[in-house]
C-alpha cells in the first residue's frame, strides 16, 4: 500500500495538539469522549397549550354544515 493511500493518517488533534491515528480529521476518540459527557444532556418533556385558533379566522362553512 503506498503512504498516499494510507487509510489512517497520523494526524494532530485540533483540540489537545496529540497526535492520532484516524481516518477523518478532527477530534480524537480521547477529546470525543470528553465533549460527550461534558455536553450530554437529559431530554425533557414540554407541556404545549393547546392550539385555539385567533379571533379573526373564521370556521369553514362546509365543515360547520348540518346535514
Known amino acids: 500500500m503506498s503512504p498516499d493511500l494510507n487509510p ?6 485540533p483540540r489537545c495538539a496529540r497526535v492520532t491515528s484516524q481516518p477523518h480529521y478532527g477530534p480524537c476518540e480521547h477529546c470525543r469522549s470528553e465533549l460527550r459527557a461534558s455536553l450530554t444532556r437529559q431530554g425533557v418533556a414540554i407541556e404545549v397549550a393547546e392550539y385555539e385558533p385567533k379571533m379573526n379566522v373564521t370556521p369553514n362553512a362546509v365543515a360547520q354544515k348540518d346535514d
Open 8 to 13: 489512517n493518517p497520523q494526524m494532530e488533534c
